[in-house]
């Protein structure tokens, strides 16, 4: 039998109203936040993600699926989706709509990863981006949305980790320093810590290696590097969260695993998974990056996956699936009839509706039925045909009831 291949997953049927579920949630708040829906596609010119996520950054050296189209041109799955965003926003000059831009996505992504717990080869982000400014109103708005977002689904246990990661100017002096730090070890480093060392030393902090973790132990941190202008910005975003009750934890630890970052960096992470549900940042460099003009922003992605295995372990109990409205059995040729011209109007008038396509009898109709948990059953056969009159039966009570068989009278009945 041929599987699937690692890391990826089937959504079943019966599976796939959780997702519906998170995925109309977090939809209903990004539009009352003002943010449009935006798709790209699945893959991209490799140069796009070399040049936006950064050609040191585990996603590029170690994650992309990257492969030669039959033209010979360097194509790669998305693993991110920031880049493709920033690329669509400059190739279709929304640099000059009214400012700033905002945007939602929702899509697969695809990365090589060490398939574990909460990592998967094909996973789904639901991310957001404020293109066109630069000011800490942008990030705390963003982050008060997150924190809706991950409020909502109710999920306990998620702390909002906060640092700021400077811009150009200070991670100059900043990264002599931690050069100096990092460059007492550097042979006990693993290889790829190795090459990052000399084009771009913050990456080290973000290895994953056991062995470079201890290492970077002590290391200096750029909280302590900022010039002025990135620290006041920091501090504006701190004011403003802590004005909003928006509790959160200042992480000087995190880096982000994207080279694009500047300033405020953000992640969600659940103490009860150990992993981190949604994170994000400011990119002010990135546009320009791409070759477009000087333009600040800031985005989150969610990973919808891990998002939906905590809720699943937490707050399953609060969704259900749909179970049908009414089941309609028959006998013979006649009420055949009847009952697929019946579910076909009630479908109309927005009723679920479910009657027998496999050519059951009675009973095993009615065995079915039960199964799918049906809200009502109607049976019908010649004689109810005839009269326009038939039983509807409360499948939840056992009640059961002479209606009128009309469609008026089964809408006002089952419901
Ligand atoms: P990590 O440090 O966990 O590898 P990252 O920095 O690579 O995370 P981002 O690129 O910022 O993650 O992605 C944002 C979110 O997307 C993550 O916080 C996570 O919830 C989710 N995510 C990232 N990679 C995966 C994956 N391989 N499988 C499932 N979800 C993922
Ligand atoms: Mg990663």
Do not use: H, P
């Given at each position: 039998m041929i599987q699937k291949p690692k890391g990826t997953k089937d959504i079943l049927p019966g599976d796939s109203y959780k997702w519906q579920y998170v995925e109309e949630k977090a939809k209903e708040i990004l539009e009352n936040y003002g943010f449009k829906e935006i798709r790209v596609p699945v893959f991209e010119q490799t140069e796009l993600f070399e040049r936006g996520v950064g050609d040191t950054t585990d996603v590029v050296q170690k994650e992309?699926?990257?492969?030669?189209?039959?033209?010979?041109?360097?194509?790669?799955l998305r693993p991110e989706g920031t880049a493709g965003v920033v690329r669509a926003y400059i190739e279709n000059g929304m640099a000059s709509l009214p400012s700033p831009i905002k945007m939602w996505y929702m899509m697969p992504m695809y990365r090589y990863e060490n398939v574990q717990k909460g990592r998967y080869r094909e996973f789904r982000q639901i991310g957001a981006e404020i293109i066109g400014t630069a000011s800490y109103e942008a990030d705390v708005e963003l982050i008060a949305m997150a924190n809706e977002t991950i409020k909502k689904f109710n999920i306990p246990g998620v702390t909002l980790n906060i640092n700021s990661i400077g811009c150009p100017t200070c991670r100059a002096k900043y990264q002599e320093a931690l050069k100096e730090f990092i460059g007492k070890n550097l042979d006990q480093y693993c290889d790829t810590c190795k090459t990052r060392f000399e084009k771009n030393p913050m990456r080290i902090l973000d290895c994953k290696e056991r062995k470079?973790?201890?290492?970077?132990?002590g290391a200096p941190v750029i909280l302590d590097y900022l010039c002025e202008e990135c620290s006041t910005h920091f501090e504006n975003v701190k004011k403003s969260l802590q004005f909003l009750n928006i509790p959160y934890v200042i992480d000087a630890g995190i880096v982000r695993g994207l080279d694009y970052y500047t300033k405020t960096?953000?992640?969600?992470?659940?103490?009860?998974?150990?992993?981190t549900v949604l994170a994000g940042g400011r990119y002010d460099g990135l546009v320009e990056e791409l070759g477009g003009q000087k333009t600040e922003a800031i985005g989150f992605a969610m990973g919808e996956d891990r998002l939906i295995d905590i809720f699943e372990k937490y707050a399953k109990e609060e969704i259900k699936d749909t179970t049908p409205d009414l089941y309609i059995a028959y006998i013979g040729e006649i009420a055949k009839q009847e009952s697929m011209n019946l579910a076909f109007e009630l479908r109309n008038r927005g009723i679920y509706v479910e009657t027998d396509i496999c050519g059951r009898s009675m009973k095993a109709s009615l065995k079915y039925a039960d199964k799918m948990n049906c809200r009502y059953l109607l049976v019908i056969g010649e004689e109810e045909v005839n009269t326009k009159q038939a039983k509807l039966k409360d499948m939840k009570t056992g009640e059961e009831k002479e209606i009128k068989l009309d469609i008026e009278s089964i809408i006002e009945n089952a419901k």
């Open positions: 992309m699926y990257t492969f030669l189209d039959k033209g010979e041109r360097s194509i790669t470079c973790k201890e290492l970077n132990q960096v953000f992640e969600f992470v659940s103490e009860t998974e150990g992993y």
